[in-house]
């Protein structure tokens, strides 16, 4: 049962200031509570031949080093304690912390994997709190709540915690723990092959009951996934790509200023009545992100609006499902969740060239993956 999520963004302002207005009221309950609660004891099973992946990038956007590590460390730990599992990997475990913790975003996590302050879900007290009506009860005989970065009910955590930091504990709060525990719950104990889109699925389903929480957790595992994919480079942009690419880093370090930009550089930013305000952006010239694409196509003549929102609906588009693996050197790349708030351009490698936010300057970032909504490609 998922918990009430509430993010929203307004109008188009919210775009450039994604992480500072989003609001999250509470973590969404995995399927764990649906097994405590219902089928305690039917689980299903997921790894691959090797059990882990050989190929885990050093970093990836959006992950503290420790959960990525963790991540990992279950992967590869999983056939030993579930020799019928296959195709487990970390961007399957990293794709379901994204929807239940953000991967304990806004929380320390220490070195062996301890976390602090705790991550905990709403009180399932039958208030209707995180969508459950019905109260539920833990192992105290207390009202329930979900645990850790991976959301685990007392209920199910007693049925099939892990230690897998090796230091005797088995905690819901520690990313070792509860990424090795997520990966038996979803291996269970039967085969099942996580390769295929069937028993992926079902298996996604089995952790939350939700065919949205399902196809949320697949573009994530398919991103993390693409991080993977060989060859990695992308070949380096020619023609008319090259010279949008190349106005557009002309820019590196001009300043960010909301509403700034027209086709013939940096302007004067305007007012937003809000966070843009208390950056004085009324008082730069530079670019915000919809500027700063405007004048950088504007060099081959392709004229653009001034809103992210509007770009996204030009050209090709660029399915968020594909992963960064379609995308060619000069394509727009496009933020949401909820609505398109923020747009740059592809620099290949997995990396952009944009006017990220308030208090920045135009500079070269990794492509967020999780707010990663698709690209456009308007240059043939």
């Known amino acids: 049962?998922?918990?009430l999520r509430l993010a929203g963004y307004a109008r188009d302002?919210?775009?450039q200031h994604p992480w500072r207005w989003?609001?999250?009221?509470?973590?969404?309950l995995a399927g764990p509570l649906l097994a405590g609660i219902l089928v305690t004891g039917v689980l299903i099973a997921i790894a691959d031949d090797s059990g882990g992946s050989a190929d885990?990038?050093?970093q990836v956007p959006g992950i503290p080093a420790v959960m990525l590590t963790a991540y990992t460390r279950a992967a590869q730990r999983i056939a030993q304690l579930r020799p019928d599992c296959r195709g487990m990997r970390w961007p399957v475990l990293a794709g379901i912390a994204q929807e239940e913790s953000h991967h304990a975003a806004g929380h320390a996590i220490a070195p062996n994997g301890d976390i602090a302050p705790p991550i905990l879900g709403p009180l399932l007290d039958g208030s209707g709190t995180g969508g459950n009506r019905s109260p539920v009860r833990n192992l105290h005989g207390t009202f329930a709540r979900a645990e850790?970065?991976?959301q685990f009910l007392s209920t199910t955590?007693?049925?099939v915690a892990q230690d897998g930091n090796d230091d005797g504990n088995r905690d819901p709060q520690n990313a070792f723990d509860?990424?090795?525990t997520a990966a038996v719950y979803l291996c269970g104990r039967g085969p099942r092959d996580l390769g295929k889109d069937p028993d992926l699925r079902d298996a996604i389903y089995s952790y939350n009951a939700s065919q949205v929480y399902v196809d949320r957790v697949l573009a994530d595992i398919r991103n993390y996934d693409a991080l993977q994919r060989k060859p990695v480079a992308n070949a380096p942009a020619g023609g008319r790509a090259k010279q949008v690419i190349d106005a557009a880093t002309s820019q590196i370090g001009v300043p960010y200023a909301w509403g700034g930009g027209t086709a013939t550089g940096p302007s004067r930013g305007i007012r937003d009545g809000g966070e843009a305000d208390r950056h004085g952006d009324y008082n730069k010239i530079g670019f915000d992100c919809s500027g700063l694409t405007l004048y950088a196509y504007a060099r081959v003549g392709v004229v653009l609006p001034h809103q992210s929102g509007a770009q996204f609906a030009l050209g090709t588009r660029l399915s968020k499902a594909d992963g960064l693996t379609a995308l060619r050197p000069g394509d727009l790349v496009f933020y949401s969740p909820g609505v398109i708030h923020h747009v740059g351009i592809y620099l290949g490698d997995g990396q952009m060239i944009n006017a990220f936010a308030s208090g920045t300057v135009v500079r070269k970032d990794p492509v967020d993956l999780h707010e990663y909504a698709g690209g456009a490609r308007l240059l043939p």
């Open 1 to 3: 049962m998922l918990a």
């Open 13 to 15: 302002a919210y775009r």
């Open 22 to 28: 989003r609001v999250i009221a509470a973590l969404p």
């Open 56 to 58: 885990t990038p050093a």
């Open 148 to 150: 850790g970065p991976f």
């Open 157 to 159: 955590w007693s049925t």
């Open 178 to 180: 509860a990424a090795l």
